[in-house]
Nanobody, 123 residues
């Protein structure tokens, strides 16, 4: 079984910074993609940033130039450095990963979600 454990969410002032972490554990043969999503009450979960195993990154337009995603392959851990935070960045941030693992004796590519971490930016 694969687990994703997020950390780093907090209350921060407008213009402040936070760094989120997501550590993947369990039987992992390889990680294809890791990503951060965020969700506010009553709205859909939106992609914030993603990173592939070749280092290719992708960002939502709303966070370009302010957020930076990175991954430490030796630790199976992904990070999201968030700078110049705005009140509209307030949300629950979820980690997502596509990994190669074994489920019910079948090796293949599976998707997993973390439990979420709250980021609150005060105005």
């Amino acid at each position: 079984q694969v687990q994703l454990l997020e950390s780093g969410g907090n209350l921060v002032q407008n213009g402040g910074s936070l760094r989120l972490s997501c550590a993947a554990s369990g039987t992992i043969f390889s990680i294809f993609t890791m990503a951060w999503y965020r969700q506010t009450p009553g709205k859909q979960r939106d992609l914030v940033a993603s990173i592939n195993n070749d280092g290719t990154t992708n960002y939502a337009d709303s966070v370009k130039g302010r957020f930076a995603i990175s991954m430490d392959n030796t630790k199976n851990t992904m990070y999201l450095q968030m700078n110049s935070l705005k009140p509209e960045d307030t949300a629950v941030y979820y980690c997502h990963a596509d990994v190669e693992t074994i489920r019910v004796l079948t090796r293949g590519k599976y998707s997993y979600w973390g439990q979420g971490t709250q980021v609150t930016v005060s105005s």
